[in-house]
């Protein structure tokens, strides 16, 4: 982190005198001016413990008379976020106002007007409805609307409350969202891997209640799955240790690792160097660590050889997540296709281009320092085929990049591996488009003004050039009266995409032409009830509107339909990727996909199909296929779908009731 | 006469007795904040709305001088002044701020040197001008026309000012509301601006303030070159003053300075200047400038007292301070941006910049430079450096 400067110190302290000195009338200006030193300080760690030591001070010295956050007593902890978002000097004065909160939570001040209990149970409250600062992950709502640097603000500020705080209060809250991170099985652990950090330090999780007994599962899982591992700590005693054991040891330790490994989707630093070993000294052992399935355990016996060759080259401490891919990709069988293991056998003999090696370094945080960028693109890509539905954008505006690596893993996993070798050795990738050539190299800034590296290495080798690509086929799409989605997404994506597109939005009249319709058409092609029983085949690159948690219209956004599915209850619900990293949102309307409890894959988010009907806005379908079914949608559930639609996101448009052919 | 809440904290700090003149819209703060108030509708003259009715209302805070914050309140001030000092002339001498013609035509007869003027009533009038400007300065065939401002008689700053660079231009631009008006040639040379305080007729503190962009950005004290000509240009100030008899108060001309060190007049208002000038000058020059205004105006202030709230003779400032005002680059946008490079700027001192209303459009009409959004200041050391700073963050777009 970026310090502070003595002369942005003295700054302040100038501005806090001239503040001081000026009389009622001049103060509301003085203060303006203060912000920005406040805005400034708030971007540093040491600013933001310079402000914690001055927030009580200027409490006092009135920089809140006058505005909302003058009575602590009577602030509310679920506004904080919005006012973060409204940006400076709103989120300034806020981050001073928390700052202060915790200076007499701490009791290195007093207020007159709010005792160190209240401060405390305000900000664990704040703490829980602000996770995804403390823990770096925005929403996609966020991301739209907050700028860079008022993002860097709130994420410093927590990452400061969190140091300073007392965190019993949010232990339970924690601990699930430690659990429903880990549900959704993403293949970049390491927001899941800080949190539990966190948790570990900061409680005594030795108790019996269920809540200790659940985190101390992935504590586990991280830390020590085995007895071995517990009783050696560092890594080359494990190592020595591991020399030492004997087969009764071993297996037990195999049974540990593979059972921690499944129950949470964490593989600990310990597990590769048990994996080499027993590949090395006992293969009949590697089922067991990896805790196969019967059909896991047949494509091992199968092809031990290459999948042992991978395990020597690539999996070492830094690099373990791959191990859950593995099993993952053994799971489903995906060495039983030969391009697959072509793929991979070409993939082992590249020669890194120097660009892409660096930006796979730079995603590393402590790469291990015998193990070369390949290694961990090679491992990268077996985390993306072994869990197609963990791949995230991270902190980029890049879900469509996103959503084609999840689906080409899924459905051309051979094909996605010759594009991470063409853009791997060449830096460079070439997709065609109505008879027209795109090559990224040739093409302008796509989406993305700066990547963000917190993302798995074939996202990183990827992305920079999908999103270009993508974003000049939108360009060359625009401007012919329809959504551009339509021509883009089959050519995109490829030919699993249906062509037949339908989207709510007019482009000639500018309005929601025939909601019903369009919704509908929706129904008649996916809804079990009313198409006929068929089930989806492919993913269905879907185009929502992004509401805030009041319903309001904030953008769009890109996801996966993945299927449609009746629950255990009988409910019908849409299953979908999000590929921000966060499947659980809020969207307003009571409207809140989760990702855990309602029949859900590791990875999908989920809806009742009317709630999620109402955010869509474009789909792609056969128009072929749903002659016959039309009639067959009640106007009712129409109706239920376009009420949810009309009182959020359609209040920013205007709406056209004439009914279109589709 | 006029509201601004720092002249009234500095009269406060100061402890002089004083009363503050101004529209009823503000009476209620004022009563809220036991400010000493007149309400008046400034913008009325009529049979209850007068001079003679405000010095009525004004005996009761035994006011002995009016000193005008606005443009707009500089005949007031002139004409309660007139009562106050016995002398109708001092009336007549406001009008001499409010009429640009009069004031240069003032100018001319004492021998400073302005450009070619003239009242204009119309479009031809401005042609026949700028007609007349070409023959003087032996246009040939297929030379560029003489360039020509117009400027409404009596407007602060650059509001309604216009450059006239063809006969073309004159068509496109001028608008039958601009008219009647001053037109005047253009003038050569560098453009600044100074802040002169008087009392009983003698320049005591001259403040030179940098105009790097007119309208955007300045800073004070003068950079190097302009304080090499600081003797040349005092010498002018004080002429000016002496022309137009000015004996208490603050002006505010503006010069421009030629290559062969001449001194063209262009203009002077005796109000508070735009672009928060005084504010830099209190904090380049460590004095309270708005007090050190409103006691210029005072003629029974003492040596002392006046001794006391300048900055020294011999003083000159550590530090230069500037500002650049921040207008918007896009007619659309919805966040406030500030860039990390600012952060890391050394001069970077504080602004005052507040996030656009959601997605803002920006309105058509702006009066002068319009509205800006915020203020950044910078402090430093070096005026060459400053100068940079200042004309680069005029292009980078905060507002996106």
């Known amino acids: 982190m970026l310090e502070t400067s003595e002369r942005v110190f003295d700054n302040f302290e100038q501005s806090f005198k001239d503040f001081q000195e000026a009389t009622d009338l001049t103060k509301p200006d003085k203060a303006t001016k203060l912000a920005s030193q406040i805005d400034i300080l708030s971007l540093t760690r040491d600013g933001l413990t310079y402000l914690y030591q001055k927030s009580g001070a200027l409490d006092k010295a009135g920089i809140f008379e006058g505005t909302a956050w003058n009575e602590p007593d009577k602030l509310v902890p679920y506004l904080v976020k919005g006012t973060l978002k409204v940006g400076h000097p709103s989120s300034s004065f806020e981050i001073l106002s928390e700052l202060r909160l915790l200076a007499y939570a701490n009791g290195d001040y007093q207020s007159p007007r709010i005792s160190a209990e209240d401060a405390q149970s305000f900000l664990e409250e704040v703490m829980v409805h602000n996770l995804e600062f403390a823990l770096k992950e925005p929403t996609e709502e966020t991301r739209n609307v907050m700028s860079e640097r008022e993002l860097k603000k709130s994420f410093n500020l927590f990452g400061f409350i969190v140091s300073e705080i007392d965190l019993d209060g949010v232990y339970q809250k924690l601990a699930e969202e430690i659990k429903l991170i880990c549900a959704q099985r993403p293949i970049v652990t390491r927001k899941a891997r800080e949190l539990i950090r966190l948790v570990d330090e900061r409680f005594d999780t030795s108790g019996d209640t269920k809540t200790d007994k659940q985190v101390r599962l992935y504590i586990n899982a991280i830390n020590a799955p085995s007895e071995g591992s517990k009783q050696h700590t560092s890594i080359e005693d494990y190592l020595v240790f591991l020399q030492n054991a004997d087969i009764k040891t071993l297996t037990a330790e195999a049974d540990a690792f593979g059972y921690y490994m499944n129950a949470t989707g964490l593989v600990s630093k310990y597990h590769p160097l048990l994996l080499k070993k027993l590949v090395q000294d006992h293969p009949q052992l590697v089922p067991n660590s990896l805790d196969l399935n019967d059909r896991g355990i047949a494509e091992w016996e199968k092809f031990h050889e290459l999948v042992s060759t991978l395990i020597m080259e690539i999996v070492s401490p830094d690099n373990c997540q791959c191990i859950y891919g593995l099993s993952r990709m053994l799971g489903k069988n995906l060495f039983s296709r030969r391009p697959v293991r072509v793929g991979l056998e070409n993939l082992r003999k590249i020669k890194l281009n120097a660009q892409v090696e660096k930006r796979i370094i730079k995603s590393l945080i402590h790469p291990d320092v015998d193990v070369s960028a390949l290694q961990y693109l090679l491992g990268g890509t077996i985390k993306v085929l072994g869990q197609p539905l963990g791949v995230g954008q991270g902190n980029n505006p890049t879900c469509q990049s996103a959503r084609g690596i999840s689906m080409w893993s899924q459905h051309a996993p051979a094909k996605l591996i010759d594009m991470i070798i063409t853009v791997a050795t060449q830096n460079n990738l070439v997709m065609r488009f109505e008879n027209r050539d795109l090559t990224s190299n040739l093409l302008l800034k796509g989406l993305l003004e700066k990547l963000d590296y917190n993302l798995d290495p074939v996202s990183v080798v990827l992305v920079p050039h999908l999103d270009k690509i993508y974003n000049e086929m939108m360009k060359l799409s625009s401007g012919r009266g329809e959504d551009p989605h339509k021509w883009v997404n089959p050519l995109m994506y490829g030919q699993w995409i249906q062509l037949s597109f339908a989207s709510c939005y007019d482009y000639l009249s500018n309005s929601i032409l025939d909601y019903d319709g369009f919704i509908r058409v929706f129904y008649a092609a996916f809804h079990p009830s009313y198409n006929g029983g068929r089930e989806m085949v492919y993913p269905n690159p879907v185009g929502i509107f992004i509401t805030s948690n009041k319903g309001d219209m904030v953008g769009f956004h890109a996801i996966s339909l993945l299927r449609i599915d009746k629950d255990k209850h009988g409910e019908v619900r849409a299953y979908f990727l999000n590929p921000n990293n966060e499947g659980r949102q809020d969207w307003g309307q009571e409207i809140k996909p989760s990702v855990h409890g309602h029949g859900e894959k590791p990875g999908e988010s989920s809806l009742p199909i009317n709630q999620f009907s109402a955010r869509v806005y474009a789909f792609h379908y056969n128009h072929l296929d749903i002659k016959g079914f039309l009639q067959n949608v009640p106007a009712s559930e129409l109706a239920e779908v376009s009420e949810l639609a009309k009182s959020s996101w359609g209040k920013s448009y205007f709406w056209n009731q004439q009914s279109k052919i589709w | ?400």
């Open chain 2, 1 to 400: 006469m006029g509201w601004s809440l720092p002249v009234i904290e500095s009269m406060e700090k100061l402890g002089k007795p004083y009363v503050v003149v101004s529209f009823p819209d503000f009476e209620p703060y004022a009563q809220e904040n036991n400010i000493p108030f007149v309400s008046y509708q400034l913008d009325e003259w009529s049979d209850s709305s007068n001079s003679l009715d405000l010095f009525e209302k004004l005996k009761a805070f035994d006011v002995d001088v009016a000193v005008p914050l606005y443009e707009e309140t500089v005949e007031w001030a002139g004409a309660l002044n007139s009562i106050y000092r016995g002398d109708p002339r001092v009336l007549n001498r406001a009008f001499l701020f409010r009429n640009k013609a009069m004031m240069k035509r003032k100018a001319l007869i004492g021998g400073l040197r302005v450009g070619l003027f003239e009242e204009v009533y119309n479009k031809e009038g401005v042609k026949a001008f700028m007609k007349r400007l070409n023959q003087a300065n032996l246009q040939l065939d297929g030379e560029e026309d003489s360039w020509v401002h117009i400027k409404p008689f009596a407007a602060a700053g650059t509001v309604g000012h216009r450059l006239l660079k063809s006969m073309a231009d004159i068509d496109e631009k001028c608008e039958d509301g601009d008219f009647p008006c001053l037109a005047e040639s253009h003038l050569p040379g560098r453009e600044f601006s100074c802040e002169a305080f008087i009392n009983k007729g003698k320049v005591r503190f001259l403040n030179i303030t940098e105009y790097v962009h007119l309208g955007y950005s300045n800073f004070i004290p003068e950079g190097h070159y302009l304080k090499t000509k600081r003797d040349l240009i005092l010498k002018h100030v004080q002429k000016l003053v002496d022309i137009f008899g000015i004996e208490y108060g603050m002006i505010h001309p503006e010069w421009f300075l030629t290559e062969n060190d001449e001194l063209n007049f262009g203009e002077t208002a005796c109000r508070i200047p735009g672009g928060h000038i005084l504010e830099l000058a209190s904090k380049s020059w460590g004095f309270d400038a708005l007090a050190a205004f409103v006691l210029c105006h005072d003629p029974n202030i003492t040596e002392e007292e006046l001794d006391e709230i300048f900055p020294d003779k011999d003083h000159w400032p550590e530090n230069y301070h500037g500002n650049v005002m921040i207008y918007p680059q896009k007619r659309q946008f919805s966040k406030l941006e500030i860039p990390e490079e600012l952060n890391n700027e050394p001069y970077f001192v504080e602004h005052t910049l507040v996030p656009p209303l959601s997605s803002q459009k920006l309105s058509g009409d702006r009066a002068g430079f319009g509205n800006h959004f915020g203020t950044i200041n910078f402090k430093g050391e070096d005026p060459d450096r400053m100068t940079e700073l200042l004309l680069h963050y005029e292009t980078v777009d905060f507002y996106v």
